[in-house]
């Protein structure tokens, strides 16, 4: 086989690593390189610095060291049964990339990953020392994302955590059962484990010492974790009920929901679906309304009977419409808790409408101008000169926030 | 009527000088022509008069707003800022009302221009113009921005790019950062860069980290509005993605096979039917709870806690379950409830490493509250389950005596979890013979609040292991 050049090895290697839901580059320590002896700033919110055509944002070098793989995950491209091309970087070759197109300011930083070659700890170590190599030889302060794997060694997942920002693992699937079916070298119990060490070494990072020094912090942007939807037979409760669990239990910053989409040379035991897309967004609006909204998970999943989501209004309008008894609410005199159940209203648009409250009655223009989706709010809300009469009670109070209907085509 | 005129280069400061003495000499909004009108000699064209008569104070978050809103390329803006700024001199209070017409304006401008700025760091594309193996490497970009964002964002890119030189040029005011130093100038026209092999490398990415399975091209074009794409190198390639799009996905799920659905669910139902009583080797027992998947607590919880102690203890302790910090460890009695225990242990002289310390149920059960987990108490059909391990625990160790505390190992261990404040402090034997000591469980120390009951608890909980302590020297002097 002729030598596969830079490129080619690029195309495959991104290729491969498209699956990867997050392309995050926030929330890490702030630093930059004004003393003009490194290269790079991180700046808390993180940059997209180009969106692809599937209107994902590209904001870090994603891609595989390797897509060789001794795994066999029916779900993944690279699993060892898969006809697709192999190919792999060298360690200056990763960093070459990341540099230079750091430079030219296409990148954040790097998002690495790996198939599993040799064994776990070989495929962590070579991981570990392009982290090092961009950190310590290039002075390469951008953003670091690794993919750790699940068994590797406690001393390479230490070092990992103290040269990269985030760190992840994927729990893969909503349940145990699922993942043993279709990924039966994965251990559930391992890969949970494997988050509790890293949150556990990122609590005791906090901690100063009895000089009052800080420990070198530990992963300051946290540890995510990404689920496939729509390849096992999960429904929304479950998918929600796992990742309420893994927030509260390992601190995540972020729990991805990736719709199952099809891959080239797919396995057999998978649906042959288009992406449930529509899915994995409801997913994404009830995992908002679960951390920043106060709402409970039995609240979101009782709408419906079947515990999945509904798919033609967002969870807090299907919410809302089964609580009617509640609403209309004032929005000059209803608690900030109240205000953040009304459709249309988000967290920012009710912190504008406490403080302004303060000084006078708010109208529903005020409302408008305070970034409110009044076409979503206005049934569910009193304000000054508005009030929505009996339209909350109206039997077809649903149909107007469902899309219209469509006729199939004739031919 | 006043007349000021704005330099485009240090703008934030020009207005901000001017508008501040306006305001201190009381000028009204009417009375000011803002802008670059004519070629006006002087900032304040023929008239000469402005005797500031006092220092004017302003909300800080106005200052704020108006450095922002200065860049905006609406030529009403220092207009507008002088307007609103006249009225908050005296109210306030305005700058938290977002529903005033005049600052929900400026508030939408200050938007505009951050989202500018925001687009710029993100879309600036820099060609190298030197040699790449040079000690200081030098790039140059081309870009257009809707509003005047160069001077202000071009901070981020010195931050960023410290050990190179570069420079950004825009049809209105171009950012030059050589060695350390940063200069702006008016003036450039679009220059032809030099071709850059990493770009081919970058458009080489940008085809494929795309997923053609999920279209969402209006998605793209609202974060990536079709003005910049004609500075992006990959945004070429955009229409070509798109087209071809549907006939790679259509390929893909027409290349698939199909299969029957695996029925390894029914092989694992299988296998989970438990036998009688774990008879594994010595030493494996660990690691066989470790792997244990006899009720679902297992899916929840991040790990089993085994128990820890020496493998020939006298004295067994159990307790009810791990909490947070033990499903995190996978040590038994590590978090708050385990320094309660150690803090009373130490007071009645019990050697905590003396004994076999463990739980009734190894598995964490909680629910998830936001970001704590919230502890449960196991059910009847859990504790059941997980007394297949606590009884081969027992076999092991063989102790003198069990320290039963709470009500779920007292369930365990004697069959009944009723009564436990009735119960303590008496000797009672297990389902198998061992003579179990029942007392509380140390976290009803940590939940009672009342100062007077949790005394009392403490000092029955103190009593009952000293109880402990004396039968164990007691049947060592019998066995003596």
Redesign the interface.
Same mark, same amino acid.
């Given at each position: 086989m002729a030598r596969q050049t830079?490129?080619q090895k *690029?195309?495959?290697l991104?290729?491969a690593?498209?699956?990867d839901a997050s392309c995050a580059s926030s929330g890490s320590t702030k630093r930059?390189?004004?003393?003009?002896?490194?290269?790079? =700033?991180n700046?808390g919110s993180g940059?997209?610095?180009?969106?692809?055509?599937?209107?994902?944002?590209?904001s870090l *070098?994603?891609?595989l060291m390797t897509n060789f793989c001794i795994y066999d995950c029916s779900y993944c491209i690279n699993r060892v049964s898969s006809n697709v091309t192999r190919a792999r970087f060298s360690v200056d070759e990763v960093v070459k990339?990341t540099i230079?197109?750091y430079?030219?300011? #296409?990148i954040e930083g790097l998002f690495l990953s790996s198939g599993v070659i040799r064994s776990p700890d070989a495929t962590m170590s070579d991981m570990v020392q392009i982290a090092r190599k961009l950190r310590h030889e290039e002075?390469f302060r951008g953003y670091i994302h690794l993919k750790t794997i699940p068994d590797a060694a406690p001393e390479l997942i230490a070092e990992a955590g103290l040269l990269a920002d985030r760190l992840s693992i994927n729990v893969e699937l909503p349940?145990?059962?699922a993942v043993?079916?279709y990924a039966p070298e994965k251990k559930?119990?391992q890969i949970?484990?494997a988050?509790?060490d890293v949150?556990?070494r990122k609590d005791a990072g906090k901690e100063k010492s009895y000089t009052g020094k800080r420990p070198p912090r530990f992963a300051p942007a946290g540890q995510s974790t990404q689920m496939i939807i729509g390849a096992d037979g999960s429904n929304d409760a479950t998918v929600l009920g796992q990742s309420?669990?893994l927030?509260? =239990? #390992?601190?995540l910053k972020r729990v991805y929901y990736s719709?199952f989409?099809?891959?080239?040379?797919?396995s =057999?035991?998978l649906p042959?679906i288009?992406?449930p897309?529509q899915r994995e967004h409801r997913l994404y609006q009830a995992d908002w309304l679960?951390?920043f909204y106060d709402f409970q998970?039995d609240e979101i999943t009782s709408v419906t009977t079947d515990g999945n989501l509904d798919l033609e209004v967002d969870p807090k309008l299907a919410w809302a419409l089964v609580h009617r008894e509640i609403f209309p609410l004032d929005v000059n005199r209803a608690s900030r808790e109240m205000l953040l159940r009304v459709p249309g209203f988000g967290v920012k648009t009710v912190s504008?409408i406490l403080?302004?409250r303060?000084?006078?009655l708010?109208?529903y223009?005020?409302?408008q101008?305070?970034g409110a989706s009044m076409k979503k709010a206005k049934t569910f809300i009193t304000a000054g000169g508005w009030s929505p009469g009996s339209l909350i009670d109206s039997v077809n109070l649903r149909a107007k926030f469902t899309p219209p209907p469509e006729q199939l085509a004739l031919f | 009527m006043h007349r000021a005129t704005i330099p485009p280069i240090g703008t934030d400061i020009a207005w901000r000088n001017a508008a501040r003495d306006f305001l201190a000499a009381g000028i009204p909004p009417d009375q000011i022509l803002w802008g670059a009108h004519g070629s006006a000699p002087d900032l304040f064209g023929a008239e000469t008069a402005i005797t500031p008569s006092a220092t004017a104070t302003v909300p800080r978050s106005f200052i704020a707003l108006a450095q922002t809103v200065v860049w905006h390329s609406d030529p009403e803006r220092f207009a507008r800022l002088y307007a609103f700024l006249w009225r908050v001199k005296d109210a306030p209070h305005l700058m938290t009302d977002r529903g005033d017409a005049g600052l929900s304006r400026l508030r939408q401008m200050e938007k505009n221009v951050r989202r500018c700025q925001h687009k710029m760091k993100a879309f600036v594309r820099y060609r190298e113009i030197g040699p790449p193996d040079a000690t200081r490497r030098s790039f140059a970009a081309w870009f257009e921005p809707t509003h005047h964002t160069i001077e202000p964002t071009s901070s981020f890119f010195v931050r960023r790019f410290a050990d190179m030189d570069w420079r950004i040029l825009t049809p209105d005011v171009s950012a030059i950062f050589e060695n350390g130093t940063l200069s702006f100038q008016e003036g450039h026209v679009k220059p032809a860069l030099p071709d850059d092999a990493s770009e081919q490398l970058w458009i080489t990415y940008f085809r494929n980290i795309f997923n053609p399975a999920r279209l969402k091209v209006s998605a793209m074009q609202s974060e990536m509005p079709k003005k910049y794409w004609k500075n992006m190198p990959e945004a070429a390639s955009i229409p070509d993605m798109i087209a071809n799009a549907p006939a790679r996905a259509l390929a893909m799920a027409q290349a698939a096979p199909s299969l029957p659905p695996a029925r390894m669910a029914q092989v694992q139902a299988q296998l989970a039917t438990c036998h009688s009583a774990w008879d594994g080797p010595k030493g494996t027992l660990p690691a066989a709870i470790s792997a244990c998947t006899r009720c679902p607590l297992h899916q929840t919880a991040t790990q089993a806690v085994a128990g820890e102690g020496p493998a020939d203890a006298d004295l067994m302790i159990v307790g009810e379950q791990p909490g947070d910090m033990e499903d995190l460890s996978g040590k038994p009695f590590v978090g708050p409830a385990g320094q309660v225990f150690d803090r009373v242990a130490g007071e009645a002289r019990l050697d905590r490493n003396q004994a076999y310390v463990t739980n009734a149920v190894k598995h964490f059960k909680f629910t998830a509250r936001g970001k704590r987990r919230l502890h449960q108490r196991p059910n009847t059909s859990e504790i059941q389950h997980c007394r297949w391990w606590l009884d081969a625990e027992i076999t092991q160790v063989k102790p003198k005596l069990i320290l039963a505390m709470g009500a779920t190992a007292a369930q365990s261990l004697t069959g009944s979890g009723e009564g436990i404040t009735r119960r303590r402090g008496t000797i009672e034997h297990s389902l198998t013979g061992t003579p179990v000591l029942i007392t509380l469980h140390p976290s009803y120390l940590l939940r009672v609040r009342d100062p007077k009951t949790q005394q009392q608890a403490h000092s029955e909980f103190q009593q009952d292991l000293l109880t402990a302590v004396r039968f164990l020297s007691d049947n060592q002097a019998q066995a003596e």
């Open positions: 830079l490129d *690029l195309a495959i991104s290729d690593a498209k699956y930059d390189s004004r003393d003009g002896k490194s290269l790079g =700033s700046e940059i997209c610095h180009a969106y692809a055509p599937d209107g994902r944002c590209i *070098l994603k891609i990339l230079e197109f430079r030219r300011n #296409y002075n349940t145990d059962a043993q079916q559930p119990d949970r484990k988050m509790a949150r556990l309420t669990r927030y509260s =239990s #390992y601190k719709a989409s099809p891959i080239p040379d797919s =057999s035991k042959l288009s992406p897309l679960l951390r998970l504008r403080t302004t303060r000084h006078r708010l109208r223009e005020d409302l101008r305070m | -």
